[in-house]
């Protein structure tokens, strides 16, 4: 009988390319996933990867043996979601995946009630904005800014919440210093961008240097407060913010809609449905404040 766990090897090289890649994406060393991978062409008495000086690349059977191990994957990935939808109890390890701003800047206090609430439910945040495979139980729960809903994966139960309004922000006492005449370049601080975004000249206040890139929503804000130059942020970051101002002359921007997101089996699980249910209320009371003017 084929061993499930030395399939997972095997998909991981394939996947990965390189004995290295594997190990790293399994949390082992070299030689384990060489060992695994021999153990599995033992088993079934073929070679499954031909060595090159770039990697490893399937063979001819190999190819054949990776459609298979794909069904054993969504297989497995079935029967543990299954499993899982059918505790119903209130306790145990619930993931919740967020945006860092909702995480920090909002919905902590909501967190913190909810874990009070149920002392038995372990909770695990991870907050980033990165796509989360809920299928493969990567988390729970997340909860996501969408622009078109469209794009939302089919096989996703998804609860709509409110609308997010964004404004461009820079620190007030670098509009004061601009508005006496300071010559010191305004800066556009993104996070990621291609180039210069349409926001950075509707305004007053015209960006004139080059830009200022972090992949941190945390510096973003922070880089905004030192006065570096202007960005863009969700209205209920930025008005909250005392050392900011709104850059005159800019608009709203909407910034998308928040959307609870739960998979399959796992969404009838009771402290799912709790979370899912208590977040919800919390949110569509935050309504105003998510879309402000």
């Given amino acids: 009988m084929i061993d499930w766990d030395d399939v997972r090897y095997f998909l991981a090289v394939a996947r990965g390319g390189s004995v290295r890649a594997a190990a790293g994406h399994l949390g082992v060393n070299h030689s384990t996933v060489l060992r695994r991978i021999a153990q599995l062409e033992e088993r ?26 794909n069904q054993m994957e969504a297989s ?12 119903q109890s209130v306790r145990g390890l619930l993931r919740v995946t967020l945006p860092p701003f909702l995480a920090t800047h909002l919905l902590m206090p ?10 038995d439910i372990e909770m695990e945040i991870l907050p980033t904005g990165a796509v989360a495979n809920l299928t493969n139980r990567e988390a729970d729960v997340a909860i996501r800014i969408v622009l078109d809903r469209e794009t939302l994966p089919p096989n996703l139960h998804g609860l709509p919440g409110p609308e997010l309004s ?3 922000y820079m620190a007030r006492d670098r509009l004061t210093a601009w508005r006496a005449g300071v010559a010191d370049p305004v800066r556009w601080i993104v996070i990621n961008t291609d180039g210069l975004p349409g926001w950075a000249r509707e305004g007053e206040i015209h960006t004139t240097g080059a830009p200022f890139r972090t992949p941190d929503a945390e510096t973003q804000i922070v880089a905004t407060r030192q006065g570096i130059g202007m960005t863009k942020l969700p209205c209920f970051v930025g008005d909250a913010d005392p050392l900011l101002v709104r850059v005159p002359g800019t608009e709203l921007h909407g910034h998308g809609t928040l959307w609870l997101l739960t998979q399959g089996e796992t969404r009838k699980t009771k402290r799912v449905r709790l979370f899912t249910e208590f977040i919800s209320r919390r949110l569509a009371a935050y309504a105003p404040l998510l879309g402000s003017e």
């Fill in 76 to 87: 497995s990935h079935q029967l543990e979601t299954r499993v899982f939808g059918r505790d």
């Fill in 110 to 119: 909501d967190l913190a009630d909810f874990s009070r609430m149920n002392p």
């Fill in 166 to 168: 964004s404004g461009i």
């Fill in 44 to 69: 079934l008495g073929t070679h499954m990867f031909e060595k090159l000086p770039a990697g490893y690349r399937l063979t001819a059977a190999g190819e054949e043996i990776l459609e298979f191990a």
